[in-house]
T-cell receptor, first 109, second 117 residues
Framework: DAKTTQPTSMDCAEGRAANLPCNHS???????VYWYRQIHSQGPQYIIH???NNETNEMASLIITEDRKSSTLILPHATLRDTAVYYC??????????FGTGTRLQVTL | SAVISQKPSRDICQRGTSLTIQCQVD?????MFWYRQQPGQSLTLIAT?????????ESGFVIDKFPISRPNLTFSTLTVSNMSPEDSSIYLC??????????????FGPGTRLLVL
């Protein structure tokens, strides 16, 4: 599975959009981009995933560049409860879910 | 989504003993997984729990240390054997349901926080 690169940490003011970038320049055609988050002392929570089209659900939007080498997870109106470690993972559907170090998002007042 | 519960939620154990962690899913799932998360670290996959056959272990993890059972499509156990303080971690169960659109994902339990003294 392709390797991903994420910033170690980010801050976001409450009520603002949080835009979390992820680079996956070696992604192959059959690999999906997944986003999970882990709030302190909880198990990881699935957020969203996509192949090449932009995706939106009740939690977030996923924007994938046309060349698929990078993506951005957007939390449109961040709240304090969105403070967590966010993991960007690239994988084929049949392969294992492998976690990197993620981005620690701190939402502040 | 699948709802996953784990028991116990936390435990403190003495070195040399063993602990069995239970994972229950509220629906039948094709694949179940066990992860470890050491303090301050990301998640590491221990093994895939296969229903009706032996678990498949990742590099660095062995059956003698982490025996796994998968008696049916909704339940699995992970045993941490002959524990040492280095085994102090959060152990997480995960499941992949058979339904959903292509590329369906995995869901995670709340984790079992283990401290070995």
């Amino acid at each position: 599975d392709a390797k991903t690169t994420q910033p170690t940490s980010m801050d976001c003011a409450e009520g603002r959009a949080a835009n979390l970038p992820c680079n996956h320049s070696t992604i192959s055609g059959n690999e999906y981009v997944y986003w999970y988050r882990q709030i302190h002392s909880q198990g990881p929570q699935y957020i969203i995933h996509g192949l090449k089209n932009n995706e939106t659900n009740e939690m977030a939007s996923l924007i994938i560049t046309e060349d698929r080498k990078s993506s951005t997870l957007i939390l449109p109106h961040a709240t304090l409860r969105d403070t967590a470690v966010y993991y960007c993972i690239v994988r084929r559907t049949a392969s294992k879910l492998t976690f990197g170090t993620g981005t620690r998002l701190q939402v502040t007042l | 989504s699948a709802v996953i519960s784990q028991k116990p939620s936390r435990d403190i154990c003495q070195r040399g003993t063993s602990l069995t962690i239970q994972c229950q899913v509220d629906s039948q799932v094709t694949m179940m997984f066990w992860y470890r998360q050491q303090p301050g670290q990301s998640l590491t996959l221990i093994a895939t729990a296969n229903q009706g056959s032996e678990a498949t272990y990742e590099s660095g993890f062995v059956i003698d240390k982490f025996p796994i059972s998968r008696p049916n499509l909704t339940f699995s156990t992970l045993t941490v054997s002959n524990m040492s303080p280095e085994d102090s971690s959060i152990y997480l169960c995960s499941a992949k349901p058979p339904w959903g659109r292509l590329g369906e994902t995995q869901y995670f339990g709340p984790g079992t926080r283990l401290l070995v003294l």
